[in-house]
T-cell receptor, first 114, second 116 residues
């Protein structure tokens, strides 16, 4: 069964450093998403991406965050200057279209900012 | 404003019994989708079931069914014949169209414990 692949599974970084979280969505999917989940809390929407541009973003997704689809397969989330409160599990998801199907989530990247 | 409400932070069920996890939602969009996801202790998010706002029938997927009551804006998940492996966090989610496209928002989740 097709999978969404995220790397790395765990990243530790120092406060103020830049991090790039990588995702390979399912190849024929059109919509891509980043979500985060602070430990023990709910899953929060960050951003959606379609047709090589951001289609929607939340208030969490401020100027410190950016997304890219640099080639036909990768979808990245960059945090420019990490803060302690950025520590969370970051999930990438993809979806075939605006239709009736749930998203396929990657297994997540646990980001720890120290 | 809270758009997805899951009022049960934790639920216990005996193995082989059925359990209902509650979810209410709020939207003014006539077209929306409702989802349930399972998150085991390993952390991954697993899609379980989907209900479209225009679907006439309640969605079913194996042991999962969605009790969709549109007028009450509720989308409860029913798990029949619970298994130990069903112990997990369950999230209700809603997809609605917004200014830039579609986004899906999640409820706070319900942790289900299945007892042997």
């Amino acid at each position: 069964e097709p999978e969404v692949t995220q790397t790395p599974s765990h990243q530790v970084t120092q406060m103020g450093q830049e991090v790039i979280l990588r995702c390979v969505p399912i190849s024929n999917h059109l919509y891509f998403y980043w979500y985060r989940q602070i430990l023990g809390q709910k899953v929060e929407f960050l951003v959606s991406f379609y047709n090589n541009e951001i289609s929607e973003k939340s208030e969490i997704f401020d100027d410190q965050f950016s997304v890219e689809r640099p080639d036909g397969s990768n979808f990245t989330l960059k945090i420019r200057s990490t803060k302690l409160e950025d520590s969370a599990m970051y999930f990438c998801a993809s979806n075939g279209g605006a239709g009736n199907y749930g998203y396929t989530f990657g297994s997540g990247t646990r980001l720890t900012v120290v | 404003a809270q758009k997805i409400t899951q009022t049960q932070p934790g639920m216990f069920v005996q193995e082989k019994e059925a359990v209902t996890l509650d979810c209410t939602y709020d939207t003014s969009d006539p077209s929306y989708g409702l989802f349930w996801y399972k998150q085991p202790s390993s952390g991954e998010m697993i899609f379980l079931i989907y209900q479209g706002s225009y679907d006439q029938q309640n969605a079913t997927e194996g042991r999962y069914s969605l009790n969709f009551q549109k007028a009450r804006k509720s989308a409860n998940l029913v798990i029949s014949a619970s298994q130990l492996g069903d112990s997990a966090m369950y999230f209700c989610a809603m997809r609605e169209e917004s200014t830039g496209g579609f986004k899906t928002i999640f409820g706070a989740g319900t942790r289900l414990f299945v007892k042997a």
